[in-house]
């Protein structure tokens, strides 16, 4: 059974750092492309980072020059440093893997974990 | 990059009925789309893949259509469980995107 479960969220003041963790387990995790996707309260979904098995990266604007995501296929885990986090940021966020390898749909989601930023 | 505009944004709907989610996107995308539903306080569920496959699992019921800007969520007669929020993903190109989402509600 595949599942993925993200850790690490938490409040953090305006400026702060965050790193998100996602475990996965059930497929064999160093083959799939893995993202993170953001809801804010109230909102509707955003994408936010893609990592491949292979190593490419991509982000969304948003983000771009203060989130890398990162991953330890040893591990199964994939990752996501936040620095100089806003307000704005405020989110559950979901680590998502691909359907199939050059799929950019996301078929197993984790439950979420929220990050908030306030001060 | 590629916005998706979803309409309607809510619709109110009966247990039976069927209903269409319509999803635009700001450019071609050929058959590159998703659509996924989301039950409140939980993560989305995928539904449709490539504008027209279904997910494994998925009732029959749920159906896509469309290909370049136009694309079509249907469902065929909605159910109690149905009632919550849907959203279409764009796969054609990153920054990867979705639609606002349509809440579905009961009438």
């Known amino acids: 059974e595949v599942q993925l479960v993200e850790s690490g969220g938490g409040l953090v003041q305006p400026g702060g750092s965050l790193r998100l963790s996602c475990t996965a387990s059930g497929f064999t995790f160093s083959t799939y492309a893995m993202t993170w996707v953001r809801q804010a309260p109230g909102k509707g979904l955003q994408w936010v980072s893609v990592?491949?098995?292979?190593?490419?990266?991509y982000y969304a604007d948003s983000v771009m020059g203060r989130f890398t995501v990162s991953r330890d296929n040893s591990k199964n885990t994939l990752y996501l440093q936040m620095n100089s986090l806003r307000a704005e940021d405020t989110a559950v966020y979901y680590c998502a893997k691909y359907r199939r390898f050059g799929e950019r749909y996301f078929d197993y989601w984790g439950q979420g974990i929220l990050v908030t930023v306030s001060a | 990059a590629i916005q998706l505009t979803q309409s309607p944004s809510s619709l109110s709907a009966s247990v039976g009925d069927r209903v269409t989610i319509t999803c635009r996107a700001s450019q071609g995308i050929s058959s590159a789309l998703a659509w996924y539903q989301q039950r409140p306080g939980k993560a989305p569920k995928l539904l449709i893949y490539g504008a027209s496959s279904l997910e494994s699992g998925v009732p029959s019921r749920f159906s896509g259509i469309g290909s370049g800007t136009d694309f079509t969520l249907t469902i065929s007669s909605l159910q109690p469980e149905d009632f919550v929020t849907y959203y279409c993903?764009?796969?054609?190109?990153?920054?990867?995107?979705f639609g606002g989402g349509t809440n579905v509600e009961i009438k």
């Open positions: 993903q764009q796969s054609n190109s990153f920054p990867l995107t």
């Open positions: 990592m491949s098995g292979g190593g490419s990266i």
